[in-house]
């Protein structure tokens, strides 16, 4: 009985403390609560909490819910703002077990007219985080859905140029169903930024089991973004479902945006289907354009590693060559007109000096090649390109591992013919250790130079091999400080006999190919074959033979200073009654090349023909005579007299500045 009875007395004083609190709180509500609150927040923050306006609670196991109206929370002293968050009104519901272990999280918040500023500080501090440090990640709030009625947010980081502000609003009339709709302006990584789109009422920062709705139209610098579609946990993007495209100058401009190098292009638009699942994101289904050039395929990011690797199989019905350009270091047109500029003349003409620049000389950024490990393959079906450059098909495969990028294969049809090319580029040292092997097969001589006129009837196949290393932080670079090997062997066919009589200056033989039209000659070898020091390429044979002429060449390429100095010697195997017989020297620069003659060796001839004809009309052409050897050459023979010729000796040129 005593038992009883103490139980009955127990039970009494906690139904009458419950009674009292039930009273207390009928008549002072929950108020009571604020300064406690308060000061506790102070207490573990070391920042103003301050609740100026109605507290209360609705009890609820295990998450109660707590509505606060007129609220601020100071943000730390070292930040720009004196507050971290305004709101007229604040409700939340707190999940008790994690709060019992030292875990604050809050399943939903609501704020209403709220004005909040998040900035990161230039010693990493984040005014967030809610240690009186502002450094320890594990002292935030984790909010799983937000909800916010017309505000405002910003957000600054100083070492990260970014500073942002944005306004939202929420619709909820017949006119629009119920979401939220905001505008971005500021900057972003020293970029411009504007932003503006809609997406559900309630954010889901954390809500890894429901897609939060969004549409978004960005811009970063002349980046331009567009998606609609769904993103699970705005915060983790665990999960996304968006159709996406994307435009701007060049792909490598999204490096502050993604973190990861893309290659310089011309400007580009792509529309695809982005998705992620877990830690891998794929843009599937793409298509577009990248400067003239179309563009399509499927596109693979996985960041489960040390850093992301991205995988993509590119396909491009019809590549514009001049879109090439970016990728070598190349400002657009240049390729075009680099090869326009390199086609042989087709009459000796004076020299004209040229400052311009044919080889691509942009350093390529190598301190970007670390952020990403790539394997690409590139197909074009159809090249569009100027006349002069007789390219066809391309393909090549890349490959980037640990800043060493490879291009194996890099095949591209050439004038009926293929180059199978090998590239690798060292990104790991300053400047880059390059290496380059490439393989010329079948390139057929008549399509080589299609603006040539008298090279159209030309047949025969031009075979090579380049092997070069050298370094520099830009193809221009490379090729001033590589060394190596380059040759070239014609093999066999027929050329135009017109071609070889104007290079060997025989002008009876011209007037009369004008007059009963042009034929063919047999071509009986071609040979270039140069040693490469240090960017200059030295002929160690330079041979052309055919029925009517043999054409011996000496001197050097400058890759460096992009000069040429060449002198090409004639033979000519039947005696031709009128000839000048001069050496025809190659000049100047890449961009503008000269041809000329010897014009005082000429000079004599003509005098001498005027002074024997004073004598005797009959004795003037006689300088003008070429009487040749009379017999075919034996092309192993004239490798070997080649190479025995002296060269000429390099004039010392000022050194190129580095870009």
């Known amino acids: 009985m005593t038992l009883l009875r103490s139980l009955k007395w127990i039970a009494g004083i906690l139904l009458a403390l419950v009674v009292l609190a039930v009273l207390f709180i009928a008549i002072f509500g929950w108020n009571w609560l604020r300064a406690p609150i308060e000061r506790m927040a102070t207490e ?28 601020t929370f100071a943000n730390p002293d070292w930040a720009t703002e004196k507050q971290m968050v305004t709101a007229d009104r604040v409700e ?45 990640e594990k002292a935030r709030i984790r909010i799983d859905r937000l909800t916010l009625d017309d ?55 954390q809500d890894e089991d429901t897609p939060y709705p969004l549409k978004v139209y960005l811009s970063v610098g002349h980046t331009h973004v567009k998606a609609d579609g769904s993103i699970t946990s705005l915060l983790k993007f665990s999960a996304m479902d968006m159709q996406l495209a994307l435009r701007g100058d060049s792909l490598a401009q999204l490096f502050p945006l993604l973190g990861i190098a893309f290659p310089e292009t011309r400007a580009y638009a792509t529309d695809g289907h982005i998705v992620r699942a877990g830690r891998t994101w794929r843009y599937e289904n793409f ?39 970016p990728l070598i270091g190349a400002k657009p047109g240049k390729l075009q007109a680099a090869k326009q500029a390199a086609a042989p003349p087709s009459a000796p003409s004076a020299a004209t000096p040229a400052q311009a620049r044919v080889l691509p000389d942009t350093p390529f950024k190598t301190e970007r090649w670390n952020s990403v490990d790539a394997e690409v393959t590139l197909k074009a079906r159809t090249i569009r390109r100027a006349k002069e450059l007789p390219l066809e098909n391309l393909v090549t495969h890349l490959s980037l591992r640990d800043s060493v990028l490879t291009l194996d294969p890099l095949d591209v049809g050439v004038a009926g013919g293929q180059l199978n090319a090998v590239i690798s580029l060292d990104g790991r040292t300053d400047p880059i250790v390059a290496h380059a092997r490439v393989r010329a097969r079948k390139i057929l001589l008549a399509r080589l130079f299609p603006t040539v006129d008298l090279n159209q009837a030309s047949i025969g196949q031009v075979n090579g091999e380049f092997d070069l290393a050298g370094k520099g932080n830009s193809v221009g670079r490379m090729l001033a400080n590589s060394s190596g090997k380059v040759g070239l062997v014609v093999a066999g066919g027929e050329i135009s006999k017109l071609m070889m009589e104007k290079v060997g200056l025989h002008l009876w033989e011209i007037l009369e190919l004008k007059l009963s039209g042009d034929r063919l000659v047999k071509l009986r070898c071609g040979v270039a074959d140069f040693d490469v020091k240090q960017g ?70 003509a005098f001498g023909a005027i002074a024997l004809g004073i004598v005797n009309p009959l004795l003037t052409l006689i300088p003008l005579i070429d009487a040749g050897p009379g017999k075919d050459s034996d092309c192993g023979q004239l490798v070997r007299d080649a190479r025995a010729l002296p060269h000429p000796v390099k004039k010392n040129v000022a050194p190129r500045k580095q870009p």
Do not use: C
């Open 44 to 71: 573990k923050t070391g920042r103003v909490l301050a609740i100026n306006g109605e507290l209360s609670l609705k009890p609820g196991w295990p998450l109660p819910r707590v509505q606060a109206e007129s609220v």
């Open 92 to 136: 939340i519901t707190i999940d008790l077990p994690q709060l019992l272990r030292q875990n604050i999280v809050l399943p939903e918040v609501r704020f209403e007219r709220p004005v909040v500023y998040l900035e990161q500080g230039s010693d990493g501090r984040k005014n967030w985080l809610l240690d009186r440090q502002q450094q320890d």
């Open 151 to 205: 505000g405002q947010i910003g957000y600054d980081d100083v070492d990260k140029k970014t500073r942002i502000r944005s306004t939202l609003s929420t619709s909820n009339t017949q006119q629009a169903r119920a979401g939220l709709g905001f505008t971005a302006q500021g900057q972003y990584q020293g970029l411009p930024l504007n932003a503006h789109g809609n997406g559900g009422p309630v954010l889901g920062l």
């Open 287 to 325: 298509s577009g354009r990248i400067g003239d050039s179309d563009i399509a395929g499927s596109l693979r990011i996985d960041t489960s590693g040390k850093r992301p690797a991205m995988s993509a199989d590119l396909v491009s019905k019809l590549l514009d060559i001049d879109d090439l350009g």
């Open 536 to 605: 200059s390429m030295s002929a160690r044979a330079l041979i052309f033979d055919t029925e009517v002429t043999t054409i011996i060449g000496t001197g050097n390429i400058d890759l460096a200073q992009e000069r040429l100095d060449l002198t090409l010697n004639q033979k000519t195997k039947n005696t031709s009654p009128l000839a000048l017989r001069s050496p025809i020297y190659i000049r100047g620069s890449f961009a503008k090349p000269a041809v000329e003659v010897d014009k005082g060796r000429i000079a004599a001839r």
